[in-house]
């Protein structure tokens, strides 16, 4: 391995950087797919408890509002995860390919 000057830049990442992080995305995703699933099972038995009138809002169709939204931010970040697993796998099999 060579040893950088301090004003020099490594040019591309190496495979092995991008495993560690490739490594760390994949557990991150996994965990925020365990936990859709508890939010999934959550709302499940939430929504046994919802209002049924159809005019007023209560404490539980609120809570199922906002677990709603943080389940689908689940998924766009669980989408958002795999993508830059794609793109760092891309780099290191392919190289710096420019995408714009």
Partial sequence: MRILK????VENMSSE?????????TLMSEYI???KEFFDQVLN???????DNSNKIDQI???IKNMQLINSTFDDLS???DNCMVELKSYKDEGRQ???
């Fill in 6 to 9: 301090f004003n020099e830049q």
């Fill in 17 to 25: 950087r991008i495993d560690e992080i490739t490594e760390e995305l």
């Fill in 33 to 35: 797919n365990e936990k």
């Fill in 45 to 51: 038995e939430l929504d046994q408890f919802k209002s």
């Fill in 61 to 63: 169709d609120e809570t």
């Fill in 79 to 81: 989408d958002k995860l």
């Fill in 98 to 100: 420019y995408l714009y």
